[in-house]
């Protein structure tokens, strides 16, 4: 506390010292601290929006100077300014977001009364009012409503809106409404600012649609992890990936250059297998083949060679892996059927 608002402290009376104190130490105790506006709630309402409360905030209401006073002296000048007509000072160690979304859960529909401001656009809606032909038809043509009787009851013909927001009900208002049972307001606790680590968030930072702000976190974090692999930037989540993707890349490199490594060999030999078999498709001497190469398909196996082109290995369907790798290219079919013409010599002696 500074020295002027202590000097400001010891001129109150000894109950206003006590009160700003334990207003203080509410202050103190909580995390996150923020003004309330209770006006229009009744008596018993507030005390069950207390203890509805219980256990996640803790609502203090007060004179207005001394609650300005204790938030002064427990560094939270911030929320002063908030502090005019009828409010409460609310602490909760929930982070704001969680005590905006609360506070707005709790609001009732409440009628509203003659003088009061409308918060938003009042309509009365289409359809049968459930009340039998009378004086209120009337009463509803003159504060706007487009009304008749039809079918023995009175009918609001459409949508009817009687007042704008901003604007001040009537006591005719008031009373049709009351009539229809119309609660064009909402009465619960209205949360005008909080503080929280030291930063101010008013109502408009706190609402926010949860599910769509989750949906962009969502969406930004995976662009960010397709943007790492395709930068081949190492993370504990990326990693797997990358090493996955270069394994292929590796194999795929072994499988077009031939190299005879242990591993390669099945999908190589499937490779050659095809190559050959596609050769021999184009021989259109049976007798000339041998044995095992004479129920090649002729029709069948140019289409077979064209794809071991682009995939040496989908000729083979013992060996399942080979068949998902791309293991050859154009630049090498020349040297591709040569081998296999050599294969057909040693194979004819």
Do not use: C
């Not at 009732?108 to 209120?136: K, L, Q, R, S």
Request: glycine residues 8%.
């Amino acid at each position: 506390m500074s020295a002027q608002a202590e000097r400001k402290t010891e001129n109150l009376p000894q109950w206003k010292k006590e009160e700003v104190a334990e207003l203080e130490e509410i202050i103190e105790r909580y995390d996150s601290v923020g003004i309330v506006g209770i006006a229009g709630i009744p008596s018993k309402q507030l005390q069950d929006m207390r203890r509805d409360l219980y256990g996640t905030a803790q609502l203090r209401v007060s004179r207005n100077t001394l609650q300005a006073r204790a938030l002064e002296d427990a560094g939270f000048g911030d929320l002063v300014e908030h502090v005019e007509g009828q409010v409460g000072i609310v602490g909760t160690n929930e982070n704001p977001f969680s005590l905006y979304k609360e506070l707005e859960a709790s609001k009732t529909p409440a009628p509203i009364n003659e003088g009061e401001v409308a918060p938003n656009d009042i309509v009365i809606p289409e359809g049968d009012t459930g009340v039998d032909p009378g004086p209120f038809v009337g009463e509803l043509q003159s504060i706007g409503a487009n009304a008749r009787i039809e079918d023995g009851s009175i009918q609001v013909m459409e949508d009817s809106t009687v007042l704008e927001a901003g604007e001040e009900v009537s006591a005719d208002l008031a009373n049709v409404l009351n009539e229809l049972g119309i609660e064009p307001k909402e009465v619960g606790l209205d949360l005008r600012a909080v503080v929280a680590d030291g930063v101010r968030f008013d109502p408009e930072d706190l609402d926010i649609d949860v599910e769509a702000y989750e949906s962009d976190v969502s969406t930004a974090a995976a662009r960010a992890r397709n943007l790492a692999i395709n930068a081949s930037f190492p993370t504990a989540s990326t990693a797997p990936t990358l090493i996955a993707k270069a394994t292929g890349e590796a194999k795929s490199l072994g499988l077009q250059a031939a190299i005879e490594d242990e591993e390669l060999m099945p999908d190589l030999v499937s490779k050659a297998d095809a190559q050959l078999r596609a050769l021999a498709a184009q021989i259109d001497d049976e007798d000339a083949l041998p044995e095992e190469l004479q129920d090649v398909d002729a029709a069948a196996q140019p289409a077979a060679a064209d794809e071991g082109d682009a995939d040496d290995e989908s000729a083979d369907d013992q060996t399942e892996e080979a068949e998902t790798e791309d293991a050859d290219t154009d630049d090498d079919d020349d040297e591709d059927d040569g081998d296999g013409a050599a294969g057909l010599g040693e194979m004819f002696g």
